[in-house]
T-cell receptor, first 112, second 113 residues
Framework: QQPVQSPQAVILREGEDAVINCSSS?????VHWYRQKHGEAPVFLMI?????EQKGHEKISASFNEKKQQSSLYLTASQLSYSGTYFC?????????????FGEGTQLTVNP | NAGVMQNPRHLVRRRGQEARLRCSPM?????VYWYRQLPEEGLKFMVY????????ESGMPKERFSAEFPKEGPSILRIQQVVRGDSAAYFC???????????FGSGTRLTVV
C-alpha cells in the first residue's frame, strides 16, 4: 500500500520552517526519507525504525509515531538548497531486503 | 567508492526496438532495486534482485519487461518492443539491507520515438 504524503506542495521563504507528513494504513517496519532535485537521483536523508524514534540531520529531523503509523519530516530555518521533492518510502517487513514503497512526493520550494 | 553506476544516461529507441538498461551496485551492496519514474510523478517499484535471483517482481509489467542480475556483471533491465508509454526515467538503487537506506544511480532517461 502506497503511503500518503501531505502537503503535495509547499512554498517557503528562506529561513521559514516546514513539516511534511507521511501516513500509512499498514503497520510499518521502517520509514525512509529522500530528497530529489529536478533531473537528479533521489538522495537518502534518514531512516526511522518502528519503536518510535526521532532523528536529526543538520536542520532536518524526523519522527516516527508507531501508534499512528505516521512519520513527519521537519525542516527548520530552510535554505535555498532545501528546494526539491521529498519522498517518504516505507517497508512493512523486517526482512533484510524488503522493497520500499514511495509516496507521491512533496514539492518544496524555498525562495529568497 | 564509485556509487551506483547506471548507463546509458539517455537512451532513444524507436517503437518496437529493444532497450537495455545497466546498473552496477555499490561495492558491498547485495540488494538491487529498479524503479520507474514518469515526469512529475513518484517512484514506482518494478523489481528487486540479488545475485542470480529475482526476489520480488511484483511491480514488473507481465509482458515485454525482464530483469536479471547475473553472477558476474551488472544488473540488466530489458524492455522488448518498446512503446511510447515506456518513456520514463528508470532508476536503479542498491542497499546493504535493512536498516540502511538506498543509494540511487543517476538514472536512465528512456525516450521512445
Amino acid at each position: 500500500q502506497q503511503p500518503v504524503q501531505s502537503p503535495q506542495a509547499v512554498i517557503l521563504r528562506e529561513g521559514e520552517d516546514a513539516v511534511i507528513n507521511c501516513s500509512s494504513s499498514k503497520a510499518l517496519y521502517s520509514v525512509h526519507w529522500y530528497r530529489q532535485k529536478h533531473g537528479e537521483a533521489p538522495v537518502f536523508l534518514m531512516i526511522l525504525l518502528k519503536g518510535g524514534e526521532q532523528k536529526g540531520h543538520e536542520k532536518i529531523s524526523a519522527s516516527f509515531n508507531e501508534k499512528k503509523q505516521q512519520s513527519s519530516l521537519y525542516l527548520t530555518a530552510s535554505q535555498l538548497s532545501y528546494s526539491g521533492t521529498y519522498f517518504c518510502g516505507t517497508t512493512l517487513q523486517e526482512t533484510s531486503g524488503s522493497r520500499l514503497t514511495f509516496g507521491e512526493g512533496t514539492q518544496l520550494t524555498v525562495n529568497p | 567508492n564509485a556509487g551506483v553506476m547506471q548507463n546509458p544516461r539517455h537512451l532513444v529507441r524507436r517503437r518496437g526496438q529493444e532497450a537495455r538498461l545497466r546498473c552496477s551496485p555499490m561495492k558491498g551492496h547485495s540488494h538491487v532495486y529498479w524503479y520507474r519514474q514518469l515526469p512529475e510523478e513518484g517512484l514506482k517499484f518494478m523489481v528487486y534482485l540479488q545475485k542470480e535471483n529475482i526476489i520480488d517482481e511484483s511491480g514488473m509489467p507481465k509482458e515485454r519487461f525482464s530483469a536479471e542480475f547475473p553472477k558476474e556483471g551488472p544488473s540488466i533491465l530489458r524492455i522488448q518492443q518498446v512503446v511510447r508509454g515506456d518513456s520514463a526515467a528508470y532508476f536503479c538503487a542498491s542497499s546493504p539491507g535493512q536498516p540502511y537506506g538506498y543509494t540511487f544511480g543517476s538514472g536512465t532517461r528512456l525516450t521512445v520515438v
